[in-house]
């Protein structure tokens, strides 16, 4: 069978899967679509939530990220795994037993005021649609590679399904279909993982593969496949792979503004939601750990493994005599070869090979065969240029596994980013039609419009993302990023913790609170992003990790504020003291 | 939502104070694991290893993560024994 064909097999089978759950578990009432009438199971409801919560760029670049940067990269490893402790300790189990639709409702209700609802609104609505580009890209790219079409005619495929199965489905339909992309996420993550791990080390764990020593070869005696890392890096003009290069404080803070990001994500916490009480959240929150950890834990493993194989396959080598998926990712666009010194052979070392993403000159060809750019050359000895996010995908070609593997890790990725869009996009157009048109604009809007509402605003959110994954602004998208963790960070997170803990805290201190955390976070990086160009940072803080002090910020200002002024009513008192006590959650989700 | 008596109310800040207890003890250990060996004392770690990799890098790729698990996994267990004592894990209709 002809790769081609292994890639149509797979992944028709996994979308007719899809497409059968999520006709299978249509929404009736706005209970269903929102929340899944709070009836879901915690080991299914974990799967699903881990499936929502890898998106295709974890399941895509983050092995890349640890591939290029080595122990700078674990600050995306604690950052995300982390922030599920604060989530499920200091969020979750609180909040479902207050048992409304959404955590904007929660802000709304604990700060009595309308003002708060729209805050939440904006914050949710900002950090979704952030998120939801980024997928629609990661889909375009994996649709691109499969099919040999072009990343936009991707993109709309990708929006197409994801619309059709998010809108009819909701919630219920949503949370099934994510457990099964997640089996088919799991599955192909570790299949690689674990041929390579036995090929480069001898080891069936790739966990014990990363830690453990390099096959031996010509002769040469067994050394820690680490140490073998460290020193080619170093060979190479990078520093140490297991030292990484970032300041120390930095680390602290982007750690930091992801952990707490992560538990003030919307479209996290509303998971839990779908469960039925609050032990079955404990347990559930557990479950998605478990399942997240299955692929964070082997991310490493593969980051260190490809970057092995990288450098081992590529530098040095003649580019005639170059492996198939470099020029076959050559042809897509994502790898290029500048031979500056004319010896016909790929030399890769630290440094850019030229600025700027490649820019091929259309039907021509060096004297090796290579395609040709018409970027201006940089001034270092670097020749290669590779797109990190290739390394995933590339990464069963290099190690030379069958076709089946390669076709399953395609799946993987559509299923990444299919899961995630969908989710995110439940989520934003709750914001829309629940806490929006519903609660702020119009209460009087009955169930059936308001699901009308939220099929709406889906459908307008996606063509909004799919404009931006088929022109993304250039590295807009990933800079986003910083700002959906640093404005979680910043605004959810405190208020909502303070508003669990704190009796005291009242309207004043948390609207302000969320209001200067957010305006601070989004200036500080506004300006160093989009505006200045020098790297002058307060105290070195860089603006991935300024949501840490915004973080702190909030905190303050709230905290200061509400004891300067009286306390909250006792209504809001005794609602504290009704979702501090997990007995009587299993009553029912209250929407209105 | 009838009002509580003094009784319950005073059970339930008995609760709160146990369950603030134990997410002290458990969120001191997330972040001795994370930032603690992760970060702030890698370097002193690393001079010992784990097979072979330097124990902070290890800690920082993979012993950070499996100590997040076995914490959420003592917080259920500690949390349903601390609800089961308080008769709390009853299904109430």
């Given at each position: 069978m002809s790769q081609e064909l292994w890639n149509f097999t797979f992944i028709g089978l996994t979308f007719g899967v899809y497409i059968a759950i999520a006709i299978s578990s249509k929404a009736a009432s706005t209970k269903e679509f929102y929340v899944a009438s709070g009836g879901v199971s915690p080991f299914a409801n974990g799967m699903a939530t881990a499936a929502d919560w890898m998106s295709a760029a974890t399941f895509i670049s983050m092995a890349g990220i640890i591939a290029a940067s080595g122990y700078d990269a674990s600050r995306y490893l604690m950052g995300w795994t982390g922030g599920f402790v604060l989530l499920t300790t200091l969020m979750v189990p609180y909040l479902r037993k207050f048992?409304?639709?959404?955590?904007v409702d929660f802000l709304g209700d604990r700060f009595e005021s309308n003002l708060a609802r729209f805050v939440g609104v904006c914050c949710s609505i900002f950090i979704c649609m952030t998120y939801i580009m980024g997928q629609m890209r990661g889909v375009g790219m994996v649709f691109s590679r499969l099919f040999e079409i072009d990343i936009s005619t991707g993109v709309i495929i990708g929006s197409a399904i994801v619309f059709f199965y998010s809108s009819i489905g909701g919630m219920k339909g949503i949370t099934y279909t994510q457990v099964a992309q997640y089996m088919v996420m799991a599955i192909a993550y570790s299949i690689p993982a674990i041929f390579i791990s036995i090929m480069l080390t001898d080891q069936v764990v790739p966990q014990l593969g990363l830690i453990g020593d390099l096959k031996a070869s010509d002769g040469a005696g067994a050394i820690p496949l680490l140490q073998k890392l460290n020193e080619l890096n170093v060979e190479l003009g990078f520093s140490k792979y297991t030292d990484g290069s970032l300041p120390m404080i930095d680390m602290f803070c982007i750690t930091a503004a992801l952990m707490f990001g992560t538990a003030g994500l919307p479209h996290v916490i509303v998971r839990f939601f779908t469960v039925s009480d609050v032990k079955a959240v404990r347990k559930s929150a557990f479950w998605t750990l478990s399942c997240i950890a299955v692929i964070y834990l082997t991310a490493p493993a593969i980051g260190a493994f490809a970057r092995t194989n990288f450098i081992q396959e590529v530098n040095n080598k003649a580019y005639v005599e170059a492996p198939s998926w470099f020029t076959n990712w050559e042809e897509r666009g994502l790898i290029a070869w500048v031979d500056k010194n004319g010896d016909g052979k790929m030399q890769y070392s630290n440094g850019l090979a030229f600025n700027g993403i490649p820019s091929y000159l259309e039907d021509k060809k060096g004297p090796a065969g290579q395609r040709m750019v018409s970027n201006t050359l940089a001034d270092s000895k670097n020749e290669v240029f590779f797109d990190q996010d290739i390394l995933v995908m590339a990464n069963p070609e290099m190690a030379g596994l069958p076709k089946w593997v390669i076709a399953l890790v395609m799946a993987g990725c559509v299923a990444a980013a299919l899961s995630t869009a969908a989710g995110l996009l439940l989520v934003l157009s709750t914001s829309i039609s629940h806490d929006l048109m519903k609660k702020i604009i119009n209460p009087n809007i009955s169930d059936k419009q308001e699901i009308f509402y939220a099929r709406l605003a889906s459908f307008g959110s996606l063509v909004v993302a799919a404009y931006f994954g088929i022109n993304?602004?250039?590295?807009f998208v990933a800079k986003t990023v910083a700002f959906a963790f640093g404005l979680a960070a910043s605004s959810f997170f405190p208020t909502i913790m303070l508003g669990i803990f704190s009796k005291r805290v009242n309207k004043i201190g948390g609207i302000l609170g969320m209001v200067s955390g957010i305006t601070f976070t989004f200036l500080y990086i506004v300006y160093f992003q989009f505006i200045v160009d020098h790297k002058n940072y307060f105290l070195g803080i860089s603006p991935e990790g300024i949501g840490f002090v915004g973080m702190l910020l909030n905190f303050t200002v709230s905290l200061v504020f509400s004891y300067l002024t009286p306390p909250p009513s006792q209504e809001v008192m005794d609602m504290i003291e009704e979702i501090r006590i997990p007995q009587g959650a299993s009553g029912p989700i209250q929407g209105h | 939502m009838s009002q509580p008596d003094i009784e319950t109310l005073e059970l339930h800040h008995k609760y709160w104070r146990s369950n603030i207890h134990i997410l002290g003890v458990l969120l001191l250990v997330w972040f001795s694991v994370s930032y603690g060996c992760g970060i702030l004392f890698r370097d002193a770690l690393d001079q010992f290893s784990i097979g072979g990799a330097p124990l902070g890098f290890w800690f920082a790729q993979q012993g950070s993560i499996l100590s997040f698990l076995a914490i959420l996994l003592i917080y259920k267990f500690a949390m349903d024994r601390l609800d089961h004592k308080y008769g709390f894990d009853e299904v109430s209709k």
């Open positions: 048992g409304k639709f959404t955590v993304p602004p250039a590295s | -």
